[in-house]
C-alpha cells in the first residue's frame, strides 16, 4: 500500500491550499483514513479522519469551519481543503490509512504518507 500526498506549500495568512492523498492497493470499505500534522517540536495530533461514506469527524477546535475534510472513495483519494490558513497551521501534514476505527492515535493507523510540507506566514 502506497499513500502519496500532494498539494503542500507556502501561503500566506488567509489563504488556502488544498492537500491529497491517493491510496493505491488499498480496501477502503469500512476502513478509517485521515490527515495528521505535526510542527517543530511537537507531537503528531490528528486533524480529521473519515470512514468510506461517512462525515468527516474534525479533531481540532481551531480548524473547525476552516478546513474540510472529503473522500473521492471511486479514486481512493482523500483531500483536506484548508482555507483561512493562519501560521499556527504550519506543519508537516501525514496522509494515514487502514485505522479500524477512527481515532486519536497515530499508531492505530497501518499506512502512512511520506508527509507534505504546509508553511502559513
Known amino acids: 500500500v502506497q499513500l502519496v500526498e500532494s498539494g503542500g506549500g507556502s501561503a500566506q495568512a488567509g489563504g488556502s491550499l488544498r492537500l491529497s492523498c491517493t491510496a493505491s492497493?488499498?480496501?477502503?470499505?469500512?476502513?478509517?483514513m485521515g490527515w495528521f500534522r505535526q510542527a517543530p517540536g511537537k507531537q503528531r495530533e490528528v486533524v480529521a479522519a473519515?470512514?468510506?461514506?461517512?462525515?468527516?469527524?474534525y479533531y481540532i477546535a481551531s480548524i473547525k469551519g476552516r478546513f474540510t475534510l472529503s473522500q473521492n472513495n471511486a479514486k481512493k483519494t482523500l483531500y483536506l481543503q484548508m482555507n483561512s490558513l493562519e501560521p499556527e497551521d504550519s506543519a508537516m501534514y501525514y496522509c494515514?490509512?487502514?485505522?479500524?476505527?477512527?481515532?486519536?492515535?497515530?499508531?492505530?493507523?497501518?499506512?502512512w504518507g511520506q508527509g507534505t510540507q504546509v508553511t502559513v506566514s
Open positions: 494515514a490509512a487502514d485505522a479500524v476505527v477512527c481515532t486519536l492515535r497515530a499508531s492505530s493507523y497501518k499506512y
Open positions: 492497493l488499498l480496501s477502503r470499505v469500512g476502513n478509517c
Open positions: 473519515i470512514y468510506a461514506g461517512a462525515d468527516p469527524i
